[in-house]
């Protein structure tokens, strides 16, 4: 059987949830698959010093704006010098990886992953067919290299982003995938039994990601006090769990969650999605529910809430608490959205199947 390597990172959920959906995809085809953490490859020490950095940038006001759009953008010294730093320590094992377990595709789904292939290219070992995914509306400089055979985005803004680095770059635009259960979620009134929310109550989902980023727990305290059912969720956050479970002593409408799979029943349940940006607004368009987006990611989230404002169907609002109870009760007076076309399987099948027929795999 052919055997794929998937290079994913545990910044966030976002990129194993993309490397998961290209799994099961090769494995419907026959394929066996390895999906590796680009961060753990990196060593423990090396791993948690990169995702330390990372949080501190998102920390303060304004740094990760600068050096995303100043740096990560259009490439400069300081982004090379970046990658160089963590590509040198990753392509070492990325060459290992592939020397034990030869692959037939290659696919990274986490810009230094992309890097590190690239790298191991250029040192003359053979690579094979390399794709690249990336879900952001604008992907940055470090996403694209010289080596990559094929890059799988999300919109055409996206291919144009490519395009600016690599104008000969083959690019291909797909839907972006979901897990199984987004495909098939239970009734409206049979996620809400299951949380314990009134049917005829107003009831939103309160999510930002995996590592729970914004004042979550005082934007849901504060939905309970205005009559709105909110289902929060924390994440891998373990501090602001605390806080939402605080919250939910105080006030009875709070229905507190730590890390959850039951995604696709909470939206189900939900009349108004309220999220960060990112492929959660997906997952919120295929089940048919409306958005009201926290701008709390800087850098590439910024561009990711801009094209989901322009998709429809989606609100935004500041982190305030006031701010997101105010905009979520005008949201939640708006009509309901359809579901979109995302919410079946065949056309990111269709989609993927050309991609590997373009590489040549079949």
């Known amino acids: 059987m052919p055997h794929a390597l998937l290079l994913s990172g545990s910044l966030g959920q976002g990129h194993d949830v993309m490397a998961a959906a290209c799994a099961d995809s090769l494995h419907d ?26 949080r501190r940038l998102l920390a303060v006001p304004g740094v990760y704006d600068a050096f995303h759009f100043s740096a990560l953008r259009p490439g400069n010294r300081l982004a090379r010098y970046t990658e160089k730093a963590a590509v040198s320590r990753l392509a070492p094992r990325v060459r290992e990886l592939l020397d034990r377990e030869p692959a037939d595709l290659v696919v990274s789904v986490f810009a230094t992953a992309a890097g590190a292939v690239d790298a191991v290219h250029r040192e003359g070992v053979h690579v094979p067919p390399h794709m690249v995914f990336c879900t952001d509306v604008t992907p940055h400089r470090l996403w694209v290299h010289p080596s990559t055979d094929l890059f799988l985005v999300t919109s055409d803004t996206a291919a144009a ?14 839907p972006a995938p979901l897990r199984p259960a987004f ?8 996620a ?8 005829d109550a107003g009831c939103v989902l309160l999510m930002s990601g ?72 997906s997952e ?48 939640l007076q708006r009509p309901t959205p359809p579901p979109s076309v ?21």
């Open 29 to 54: 085809r026959g394929w066996t698959t390895s999906t590796v953490d680009a961060m753990a490859l990196l060593g423990r020490r090396s791993g948690a010093a990169g995702e330390a950095v990372f």
């Open 161 to 174: 982003g490519v395009r600016r680095y690599r104008p000969d770059a083959g690019v291909a635009v797909v």
């Open 183 to 190: 495909y098939s979620p239970p009734s409206k009134e049979a």
């Open 192 to 199: 809400r039994e299951e949380f314990g929310i009134p049917q």
């Open 210 to 281: 995996a590592w729970g980023l914004g004042p979550v727990a005082a934007a849901a305290e504060a939905l309970g006090r205005a009559g709105v059912h909110v289902l929060a969720v924390a994440g891998r956050n373990r501090e602001l769990e605390a806080r939402l479970r605080a919250a939910e002593r105080r006030e009875p409408r709070v229905h507190a969650l730590g890390y959850s799979d039951r995604v696709p029943a909470l939206m189900a349940a939900a009349d108004l999605v309220v999220t960060s940006s990112g492929d959660t607004c």
């Open 284 to 331: 919120a368009r295929a089940i048919g529910r409306r958005l009201l987006l926290l701008d709390v990611v800087p850098g590439h989230g910024r561009d990711n809430l801009q094209h989901e404002l322009e998709l429809g169907h989606a609100d935004v609002t500041g982190a305030a608490p006031r701010d997101v109870v105010r905009a979520a009760l005008a949201a």
């Open 342 to 362: 995302g919410s079946v399987r065949a056309p990111w099948e269709a989609a993927f199947g050309a991609a590997l027929s373009g590489l040549g795999l079949s």
